[in-house]
């Protein structure tokens, strides 16, 4: 892959990390709830899912997916009613989101917290995430129209899909992992029980509106 394709493919990769999103708002949630290390496991799932996104759009899997109707429509519900499913988890949530609420959990040394609602396990973390990118038709119809911009047909498809997977996913661990700080800082600034409930329900909120949006997306005209 020649350099400046690399580096326009980079600034694109930025750009797609920072826009807000399912990914951003469950990255922010968890780093608020259980500091920047207990929000990794839900990032690594978001990367597999995202993996996974690259891979399908890569090996021109997506491009049959977005023709076909009844598989773009039955993607669309599955994501749009799980991302419905984690905002009435998170307004119907009762635990507080304070530290040391609890002094049955130890403290996180990423600034989780010391209490509150038992932390789900890793593996439930990380479904989580993954979950979240993977029923996302949104990220499929548009890797699906960007990264063939970006691929040779003259060279090598598998070198060049992992050049472009390891940039696409280190950047988005990073951009991640910085919401899940900005999550954590949230946390600390709203110390009243009072604050974090509406925190729950605002973020909660936004996974429904984010539902709600993926209905109306639409697939990717051929031609």
Known sequence: MDLHLWVAYLAAAVLIALSP????????????????RGASAAIAGLEGGLLAILL???????????????AFWAVKVAGACYLFYLGV?????TGSLLPGTISSTAPDAQGGPAGGEARPS??????????TNVTNPKGIVFMVAVLPQFIDPARPL??????????????????MHGYALFGRALRQLLQSPRAACWQRRIFGGFFMVLGTGLLFVQRHRQG
């Not at 999103?21 to 920047?36: D, E, P």
């Not at 399908?56 to 009844?70: D, F, I, K, P, Q």
């Not at 988890?89 to 949530?93: A, D, F, G, I, L």
């Not at 696409?168 to 951009?175: E, G, K, N, P, R």
Request: hydrophobic share 50%.
């Open 122 to 131: 890793w593996g439930s973390r990380f479904l989580t995430g993954f979950l």
């Open 56 to 70: 399908v759009a890569g090996l021109g899997v997506g491009s049959l997916l977005v023709a076909s109707e009844r």
């Open 21 to 36: 999103g399912s990914g951003a708002v469950l990255s922010i949630t968890h780093g608020s709830q259980h500091g920047v």
């Open 158 to 175: 598998a070198l060049q899909l992992l050049i472009l997977s390891v940039t696409t996913l280190s950047v988005d661990v990073v951009v």
């Open 89 to 93: 988890q998170q307004w119907r949530s």
